[in-house]
């Protein structure tokens, strides 16, 4: 049985597993537009290389990049997860390293989600062993009310509430990241009951 | 400082805080378990009646993190503890992790096992009263 099928009465146009669209496609493109306007005013004149952190915050790349108007690079990254860790006492590791140097350069990470802040804690520690010329944060969605580490986000889509979200890139389980929209995922569908009040 | 694997873990009392401290020992990021007791409460003679002991210390962050796996509705009595102690010093950063806030963090990493281990996050299966050595892991 698959999880849309256990959602029959959910309104035309929302997935199955979602109760509800925080944000709409319009919403994320209108916004998108305004952080890619921003990152070509304050980095007029220099050539900045933006670093995505697979997987989340690809789709978010993709569509922030053709609305900066200027000469950019992109690079890649990916870190281990808690969550994949085959190994109890494991520890975080870089599974795909940048394929360029950045020493000298302008870097702006490109995240689709801070929540805790650890995984940015760790990759903002690395990056800075490379000798950037600037190290500057750029997330699609913040949600403050998880955050354990005190990180400085230099822009922001939307500061979201403290709901677990999916969609426009974001996942659980490696699902419902074609999702255009973002969205609040059924507590059902990760096997719990709503969180209490 | 030393990993968790590497050092003897500390007793924990409850089986999430054995879990967050492997969440931060996977990130790299140093911790103490219970290394600080706060007096928040004295008599008019001066003997400290109440004090609490969150249950982590972050010293690269220098944040203390109290967990609590408590039902919401049984929680009143820690959030007085802890308006108390950011009264008393202002100076000293607490994050304050509920039920429902460990419950998303195991979600976010594909970790539902380890709530339904801890039999619906209950709170009640606090195995000892032991505190912290006060040993710094990474």
Redesign the interface.
């Known amino acids: 049985m698959t999880h849309a099928s256990l959602h029959a009465a959910t309104p035309p146009g929302i997935h199955a597993d979602v109760e509800e669209i925080l944000l709409t496609q319009d919403q994320i493109q209108a916004r998108v537009a305004q952080l890619g306007a921003q990152l070509t005013a304050d980095y007029a004149g220099r050539d900045p290389v933006l670093i995505s952190v697979l997987k989340g915050s690809i789709v978010f790349l993709a569509d922030l990049v053709r609305g900066v108007q200027l000469p950019l690079s992109i690079d890649i990254m990916e870190v281990s997860?808690?969550?994949?860790?085959t190994e109890?006492?494991?520890?975080?590791r870089i599974l795909k390293d940048l394929s360029h140097p950045i020493e000298g350069r302008d870097v702006v990470v490109v995240e689709d989600i801070i929540?805790?802040g650890?995984?940015l804690?760790?990759l903002l520690r690395y990056l800075r062993e490379k000798g950037p010329a600037s190290l500057r944060i750029c997330c699609l969605l913040d949600k403050p009310?998880?955050?354990?580490?005190?990180i400085e986000i230099d822009y922001v889509g939307f500061t979201i509430p403290?709901r677990?979200v999916v969609g426009y890139g974001l996942d659980?389980?490696e699902r419902y990241r074609n999702l255009p929209y973002v969205g609040v995922l059924r507590p059902s569908v990760?096997?719990?009951d709503p969180?209490?009040? | 400082m030393a990993l968790l694997s590497e050092a003897p873990p500390p007793r924990f009392a409850h089986d999430s805080e054995a879990e967050l401290a492997r969440v931060l020992d996977f990130y790299q990021v140093s911790w103490r378990y219970e290394p600080d007791v706060f007096p928040i409460t004295w008599s008019p003679s001066g003997a400290v009646v109440e004090s609490f002991a969150p249950d982590f210390y972050l010293p690269e962050l220098d944040l203390y993190v109290e967990l609590t796996t408590l039902r919401q509705s049984l929680v009143r009595r820690k959030n007085r503890k802890l308006r108390l102690l950011r009264q008393l010093y202002p100076g000293v950063r607490i994050k304050l992790l509920y039920a429902r806030d460990f419950q998303a963090l195991m979600v976010k990493y594909g970790r539902v096992d380890v709530l339904l281990d801890m039999n619906g996050v209950n709170g009640s299966n606090r195995t000892n009263g032991m505190n912290g050595n006060g040993a710094e892991h990474r």
Do not use: H, K
Not at chain 1, 81 to 85: E, K, L
Not at chain 1, 145 to 150: F, P, Q, S, V
């Open positions: 997860s808690y969550g994949a860790a109890s006492s494991g520890q975080v929540d805790t650890l995984t804690n760790y009310a998880r955050r354990l580490t005190e403290d677990f659980y389980g990760y096997g719990l969180p209490e009040a």
